[in-house]
């Protein structure tokens, strides 16, 4: 959603404790807005500037591994198969809003997709395995945009509109994290949504190709709220987070739960997260929600929640271990807490 290129700046380093969060040099201080997860040590994180970089030892070092010429580009989503291949996605209006994929750990980049339509706007990208995946986009002429790749990332082809229900007047998806648009399974997605009259939740069974939406309790009616991520641990289980991204410590409106694959969506009884939320994620049982002002967690599947601590962070990725990414280049490495150790 183009209201979100604005953003807070999170809490100076040396004013935080880290809690779970073990702080690693990245190499930049550009804005850090999309990481993902690629297991074995391996992670990519993405953002302004035309910045990815990219780490193979388990953070010990992270190295560039940029496209050339593209530091007019804002990065707001990667997502990342292994150690080599990668497709990045860059936000803005127009031919701003592009696809790149890369076979050789960013030594190398093509670039697969270009929008061409002045009204077009893509939010995020999220795949079910190396080859399917979706990209979505901001509505144009009413309904949101559905890309699809069926070859890891090398083509996308827009998905007919017919089985999109109409966007809401001033809705759109909130490219704050690249996990406004989530896949899982082999056919299921999810993607929230913002800025109109209700924040809403799509989700499809046939990989995209037809949609249905929900109304969630995400604060609405206001450019800068909605569903800002979106987490599923199976085809039921699903959280939703958000709130209003200008209103960093007001936890109104900043969670929603689903148990049926999100037909329905409702707000917790034992709690919320602490503040705004851009970026939720399932690690295990457990549940770890981050925005600006901190981070937060649930150990009943979002039910009820601990605040971890305040170091602010913009997204999160988890597989064989977890990132969290933030303003300044910031990176940390998320240290699992046992069920027995007290919360911050």
Not at 197 to 205: E, K, L, Q
Request: glycine share 16%; net charge neutral.
């Amino acid at each position: 959603m183009k209201s979100i290129l604005a953003v807070v700046a999170a809490f100076p380093l040396a004013l935080v404790p880290p809690g779970p969060w073990k702080l690693q040099e990245s190499g930049t201080n550009a804005r850090l807005r999309g990481v993902s997860v690629a297991g074995r040590g391996v992670a990519w994180a993405s953002g302004s500037r035309g910045t990815c970089v990219r780490t193979v030892d388990g953070g010990a070092t992270w190295k560039s591994a940029a496209p050339p010429d593209s530091t007019s580009l804002d990065f707001r989503d990667v997502e990342a198969f292994d150690d080599r291949a990668a497709c990045l996605l860059s936000i803005g209006p127009g031919e701003l809003s592009r696809i790149y994929r890369t076979a050789d750990g960013g030594a190398t980049w093509t670039l697969p997709y270009t929008n061409r339509d002045p009204k077009g706007f893509l939010d995020a990208i999220a795949f079910w395995d190396r080859v399917h995946g979706l990209a979505l986009g901001d509505p144009v002429d009413g309904r949101f945009v559905i890309l699809a790749t069926v070859d890891g990332g090398k083509t996308w082809d827009p998905v007919p509109g017919a089985g999109m229900p109409e966007a809401l007047p001033g809705e759109g998806a909130f490219a704050a994290s690249g996990t406004c648009l989530v896949a899982q399974g082999s056919s299921d997605a999810w993607f929230g949504t913002g800025g109109g009259g209700r924040a809403r939740v799509f989700r499809s069974t046939d990989r995209g190709r037809t949609w249905a939406v929900a109304d969630t309790p995400i604060r609405a009616g206001i450019a800068s709220a909605g569903v800002f991520s979106l987490a599923f641990r199976d085809a039921d289980h699903g959280v939703a987070v958000g709130g209003d991204y200008k209103s960093v410590d007001d936890p109104a409106g900043n969670i929603a739960l689903t148990f049926d694959g999100g037909k329905t969506w409702a707000a917790p009884d034992g709690g919320r997260p602490t503040g705004f939320r851009s970026a939720v994620a399932f690690v295990g049982s457990d549940v770890v929600a981050i925005g600006p002002s901190g981070s937060d967690l649930s150990r009943d599947g979002g039910r009820s929640w601990s605040k971890l601590g305040p170091l602010g962070f913009h997204a999160l990725g988890f597989a064989e271990g977890g990132w969290g990414v933030g303003e300044d280049g910031r990176i940390a490495r998320f240290d699992p807490i046992r069920s027995d150790e007290p919360l911050r």
